[in-house]
């Protein structure tokens, strides 16, 4: 692994960019550590299984939606039994 400064990874940015995809590339700043991790994608989903409903961007809307709700206190989260989880998806 390489470890650089932020400085000397600024000054020669080209160069640790492409050595990133061969080697463990991190910056030492005054918050902590940075891991460079090279890819071929951009993944925007937020989901760690990357679950398709993520990516319908109406999902995302509505639960933004729900969540601001639940900051500003308009809203409550409700825990379901079982037996209404069944009721309700007609399982």
Same mark, same amino acid.
């Given at each position: 692994?390489?470890?650089?400064?932020?400085?000397?990874?600024?000054?020669?940015?080209?160069?640790?960019?492409? @050595?990133?995809?061969?080697?463990?590339?991190?910056?030492?700043?005054?918050? /902590?550590?940075? $891991? %460079?991790?090279?890819? +071929? !994608?951009?993944?925007?989903?937020?989901?760690?299984?990357?679950?398709?409903?993520?990516?319908?961007?109406?999902? @995302?809307?509505?639960?933004?939606?729900?969540?601001?709700?639940?900051?500003? /206190?308009?809203? $409550? %989260?409700?825990?379901? +039994? !079982?037996?209404?989880?069944?009721?309700?998806?007609?399982?």
């Amino acid at each position: 692994m390489v470890l650089l400064t932020v400085t000397e990874f600024r000054n020669n940015i080209g160069k640790y960019l492409q @050595m990133a995809f061969t080697e463990k590339i991190a910056l030492k700043s005054k918050q /902590g550590i940075i $891991e %460079l991790n090279p890819s +071929t !994608e951009i993944r925007l989903n937020p989901s760690p299984s990357n679950d398709a409903w993520f990516d319908d961007a109406r999902n @995302m809307k509505e639960l933004n939606r729900a969540l601001d709700e639940l900051r500003e /206190g308009k809203a $409550e %989260l409700k825990e379901f +039994t !079982e037996d209404e989880i069944k009721e309700l998806f007609a399982v």
